[in-house]
């Protein structure tokens, strides 16, 4: 059992309790070495074994390794021990939105300003292809300034989740915030669906109390799917009438986010994300964290991917660069080579001369250059449309005269980061590749190939 004051994985001083659930807990804990303030949940792994809730968590990290923005609670690492699983998350220490809210109603511009926050969280969280599918003020966690923060990623989705129809199809969330083609069960717009939640939040917050409630479940849901609702009179006209676009049972005709923010009741005073969160050392999460929080370790607790030298490539690594044995989609649910903001390359070059390779890169396209270990981040000089691109860069050690090198995005638009690759990255790396993991590994292996 984890007390107040334990040292944890040789990294973390373990505080107070924050909360719990059924198969997790939440303390406040310190970073020994930088000092930083985390949120560490502690799941018991039998327990999520045991309930099948294995895909659920893994999913949770995936998606939030994907989404880096202000009003986002962050993940900034996974670790595992033999019985239990690791998040050390940003610490919010304000509290729930829905214990505000439990109070009485917001002021306009106090309700506005949660809401804008809410739908920047929740337009960036779309365009990296994640719905978050259970929003609701008890989701909603504000920091010591005030500012909101969406956390609980445990039901969302991702883009490559969607069927043949382009939809979604499970039922979840939360019934009072739900829209009203999820409870229909016939498939729904990730999008859409998570726009009707935020319309619900406005209407708590400005209101004190839902728009959709009834004592009979049945009654409610049928007045979710017909938009039964009204306004109370202290609402302003342009509020009812933008609430009137978002809370509109067909999805069809709903009010999308591109519409929404040039509402000209949501923009007063809006200010759009427009740079990247600014990095700190403890965010090194990547798909081995993944693959390491579900390996049962037979000695004591340790931190993963610290070496001070390229990392060493394991079998499950090693299998997974395969095309055929390709096991990323075990921890990854966007697995579309195009959605995707990773990929590989294979080369028999030192790793001095890898990171010399990408160093001159960054010069000659004006990216700033960070190198610590074996990793490498580049950050670009300009402002694109989801702000700065910033490309990370791991060496992995396979044999001392082979190396696998992964590269993937961690901000930025990915229509930009595509382009950068296609363009700049990879021409500029060809002398030093061997071959690329993705559609033209064929064609550039035979490239290689000694001709006849």
């Given at each position: 059992m984890e007390r107040k004051g334990n040292i944890l994985m040789q990294r973390y001083e373990l505080g107070r309790l924050l909360g719990k659930g059924t198969f997790a807990k939440v303390y406040y804990a310190r970073n020994l070495e930088s000092g930083l303030s985390v949120a560490m949940k502690i799941i018991d792994k039998e327990k999520v074994l045991e309930v099948g809730l294995i895909e659920q968590i893994k999913r949770e990290i995936s998606v939030m390794r994907l989404v880096r923005h202000p009003n986002v609670v962050q993940l900034y690492e996974v670790m595992a021990s033999k019985t239990k699983i690791y998040f050390a998350m940003e610490y919010v220490k304000g509290g729930e939105l829905f214990d505000k809210v439990a109070k009485g109603k917001l002021k306009e511009d106090v309700a506005r300003k949660y809401f804008q926050q809410l739908?920047?969280?929740v337009d960036f969280c779309h365009s990296r292809g994640v719905y978050h599918r259970d929003l609701k003020p008890e989701n909603l966690l504000l920091d010591d300034q005030g500012n909101l923060k969406v956390s609980d990623f445990g039901l969302s989705a991702l883009w490559d989740s969607r069927r043949k129809d382009g939809l979604l199809h499970t039922t979840c969330g939360t019934p009072e915030y739900v829209a009203p083609e999820v409870i229909n069960n016939k498939g729904y717009d990730g999008a859409k669906a998570d726009i009707w939640s935020c319309g619900v939040v406005l209407f708590v917050l400005m209101a004190g109390y839902l728009p959709f409630h009834d004592s009979n479940l049945m009654e409610m849901y049928r007045k979710i799917s017909r938009g039964d609702f009204k306004?109370?009179?202290w609402f302003p006209a342009e509020v009812r009438k933008l609430l009137s676009r978002i809370l509109d049972p067909s999805p069809s005709t709903r009010i999308d986010v591109a519409k929404l923010t040039d509402n000209v009741w949501f923009k007063k005073?809006?200010?759009?994300?427009?740079?990247?969160l600014p990095y700190c050392h403890e965010q090194t999460l990547s798909i081995r964290d993944?693959?390491?929080?579900?390996?049962t370790t037979s000695s004591l607790d340790t931190c993963q991917g610290t070496s001070m030298r390229p990392t060493n490539f394991n079998a499950f690594d090693i299998i997974s660069l395969s095309a055929g044995f390709n096991l990323s989609s075990l921890f990854e649910e966007d697995s579309n080579y195009y959605q995707r903001p990773e990929a590989r390359f294979t080369t028999t070059k030192p790793a001095s001369t890898i990171v010399s390779k990408f160093e001159e890169i960054a010069e000659t396209e004006r990216f700033?250059?960070?190198?610590?270990?074996?990793?490498?981040k580049l950050q670009g000089s300009k402002?694109?449309?989801k702000g700065q691109l910033v490309i990370d860069a791991e060496i992995f050690e396979v044999t001392p005269a082979f190396y696998v090198v992964e590269m993937k995005k961690t901000a930025g638009d990915t229509l930009e980061y595509r382009?950068?690759?296609?363009q700049d990255l990879r021409p500029s790396l060809k002398d030093i590749v061997w071959t690329w993991q993705g559609c033209d590994d064929q064609q550039q292996q035979q490239e290689k190939s000694p001709q006849p």
């Open positions: 739908i920047g969280a306004c109370p009179q005073g809006f200010k759009r994300f427009e740079a990247p993944v693959h390491a929080a579900f390996t700033k250059f960070v190198k610590k270990d074996a990793t490498m402002q694109g449309r382009k950068f690759c296609d």
